[in-house]
């Protein structure tokens, strides 16, 4: 195994996380608690979001999302298949259907086009029509038709959540018939779900935020996170009425004090990923070879969670390149095999707990994307010799 020298990831801890962490610890108090609460409506505050309820991961997020929102037996949601397993599990746990929405052609995401094929595609088929849609915005960018896939939502009267796992500080432009702004993610329409799993745009080591502007969905969102309790109902300290059904998806004070340390710094973070990204434009734009997939949108400001390039080479595979970069120890990733190419997807496909029409831009972007390493304390020459490196595995033939 070659050693790595320029990982794909490094997560951005200070003294400042170290020091917010230990101090939770000197406090005695471990559990959900103050910190979660401050850390949430720090978080709504930057998001821009009216409500932010703190869960264990952006997983759990996406299942108390839906679940809030009544999806259960019975129902069908779209997916992209080109996002991470999560996004279908949260579907696959409240006992929906997931059905596999494609993605817009030299695009990352869905479209409100692929989208209506999808329902459609899946109503001759069985003749039933869908619940919800959830939307993966592809490594921060928000998706380019998110005004006209919440369009197509509002007309046929179905649910809308964001899997916004890699969109903290993404922003978006607004559009209507007489006027237009940019937006923080936090107004998208429907519910969104971040992570912070160590590999994104800030971490707590593992999870989640839920963010919206309902009052009575994010107070649903709230009691299916902490075990269908309400502190509204108790009379004593002891005392809480048990209003719902309920998980144990809470996050620890200990991680949400590492959330606030790291929100501190989201701006720094962001400004850091967002040069680097622009470096890797330099030197990639009109490259023989690559095409640039993340960061292009004009309607879209990027978190930069990923910067991702589209292999076009007669000779050199995906793999064989990720191979050959790897013997220079550099580490690069893939996002994502489409999950209709798993195993456990297929066989889901098969018992019909998911369904899947031809998914050929899929297929075909994911046999040629990689994701190049790119995070705030990747230095500048570390990122010429990813660059060089590329370069002479790609130029070399
Ligand atoms: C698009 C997407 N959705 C959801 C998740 C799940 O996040 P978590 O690990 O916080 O549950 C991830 C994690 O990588 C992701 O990339």
């Given at each position: 195994?070659?050693?790595?020298?320029?990982?794909?990831?490094?997560?951005?801890?200070?003294?400042?996380?170290?020091?917010?962490?230990?101090?939770?610890?000197?406090?005695?108090?471990?559990?959900?608690?103050?910190?979660?609460?401050?850390?949430?409506?720090?978080?709504?505050?930057?998001?821009?979001?009216?409500?932010?309820?703190?869960?264990?991961?952006?997983?759990?997020?996406?299942?108390?999302?839906?679940?809030?929102?009544?999806?259960?037996?019975?129902?069908?949601?779209?997916?992209?298949?080109?996002t991470?397993?999560?996004?279908?599990?949260?579907?696959?746990?409240?006992?929906?259907?997931?059905?596999?929405?494609?993605?817009?052609?030299?695009?990352?995401?869905?479209?409100?086009?692929?989208?209506?094929?999808?329902?459609?595609?899946?109503?001759?088929?069985t003749?039933?029509?869908?619940?919800?849609?959830?939307?993966?915005?592809?490594?921060?960018?928000?998706?380019?038709?998110?005004?006209?896939?919440?369009?197509?939502?509002?007309?046929?009267?179905?649910?809308?959540?964001?899997?916004?796992?890699?969109?903290?500080?993404?922003?978006?432009?607004?559009?209507?018939?007489?006027?237009?702004?940019?937006?923080?993610?936090?107004?998208?329409?429907?519910?969104?779900?971040?992570?912070?799993?160590?590999?994104?745009?800030?971490?707590?080591?593992?999870?989640?935020?839920?963010?919206?502007?309902?009052?009575?969905?994010?107070?649903?969102?709230?009691?299916?996170?902490?075990?269908?309790?309400?502190?509204?109902?108790?009379?004593?300290?002891?005392d809480?009425?048990?209003?719902?059904?309920?998980?144990?998806?809470?996050?620890?004070?200990?991680?949400?004090?590492?959330?606030?340390?790291?929100?501190l710094?989201?701006?720094?973070?962001?400004?850091?990923?967002?040069?680097?990204?622009?470096r890797y434009?330099?030197?990639?734009?009109?490259?023989?070879?690559?095409?640039?997939?993340?960061?292009?949108?004009?309607?879209?400001?990027?978190?930069?969670?990923?910067?991702?390039?589209?292999?076009?080479?007669?000779?050199?595979?995906?793999?064989?390149?990720?191979?050959?970069?790897?013997?220079?120890?550099?580490?690069?990733?893939?996002?994502?095999?489409?999950?209709?190419?798993?195993?456990?997807?297929?066989?889901?496909?098969?018992?019909?707990?998911v369904?899947?029409?031809?998914?050929?831009?899929?297929?075909?972007?994911?046999?040629?994307?990689?994701?190049?390493?790119?995070?705030?304390?990747?230095?500048?020459?570390?990122?010429?010799q990813?660059?060089?490196?590329?370069?002479?595995?790609?130029?070399?033939?």
């Open positions: 195994m070659e050693a790595v020298v320029i990982p794909f990831y490094a997560p951005s801890i200070d003294e400042s996380d170290i020091e917010a962490i230990a101090s939770v610890m000197r406090s005695g108090w471990l559990a959900s608690g103050p910190r979660v609460r401050e850390f949430e409506q720090r978080f709504a505050e930057k998001t821009g979001a009216t409500f932010a309820v703190a869960t264990s991961s952006c997983t759990a997020a996406l299942f108390c999302a839906l679940r809030s929102m009544g999806i259960g037996p019975g129902d069908a949601v779209i997916v992209p298949s080109l991470f397993t999560a996004t279908a599990e949260a579907v696959l746990q409240n006992g929906a259907k997931v059905v596999f929405s494609d993605v817009g052609a030299n695009c990352t995401m869905a479209t409100a086009a692929t989208i209506r094929s999808a329902i459609e595609s899946h109503r001759a088929e003749g039933k029509d869908v619940s919800a849609v959830v939307i993966t915005h592809y490594g921060g960018e928000i998706a380019g038709d998110i005004g006209a896939i919440n369009e197509l939502c509002r007309e046929l009267g179905i649910v809308l959540i964001n899997d916004c796992a890699h969109c903290l500080d993404s922003s978006f432009l607004s559009k209507t018939p007489v006027d237009e702004a940019w937006l923080p993610v936090g107004k998208l329409p429907g519910l969104c779900c971040f992570s912070f799993y160590p590999n994104k745009c800030i971490t707590t080591g593992l999870g989640g935020m839920i963010t919206g502007n309902d009052a009575d969905i994010i107070a649903a969102c709230r009691a299916l996170v902490n075990h269908g309790i309400s502190r509204s109902a108790n009379r004593f300290n002891w809480y009425e048990i209003t719902s059904e309920g998980f144990n998806f809470n996050m620890p004070d200990t991680a949400a004090a590492m959330g606030i340390a790291q929100l710094k989201s701006s720094a973070l962001h400004y850091a990923r967002s040069s680097a990204s622009m434009d330099a030197a990639f734009l009109d490259h023989r070879y690559l095409r640039i997939v993340t960061g292009k949108l004009s309607t879209s400001r990027s978190s930069n969670h990923l910067y991702a390039v589209a292999l076009d080479h007669p000779t050199i595979s995906r793999d064989s390149l990720i191979g050959s970069l790897l013997e220079r120890g550099i580490e690069a990733s893939v996002h994502w095999r489409p999950l209709h190419r798993h195993k456990v997807y297929q066989q889901l496909i098969q018992n019909g707990r369904f899947c029409d031809e998914l050929i831009n899929s297929d075909n972007l994911s046999s040629r994307i990689l994701s190049l390493p790119l995070y705030p304390s990747l230095q500048t020459f570390e990122q010429d990813v660059i060089s490196a590329v370069n002479e595995i790609l130029l070399a033939y």
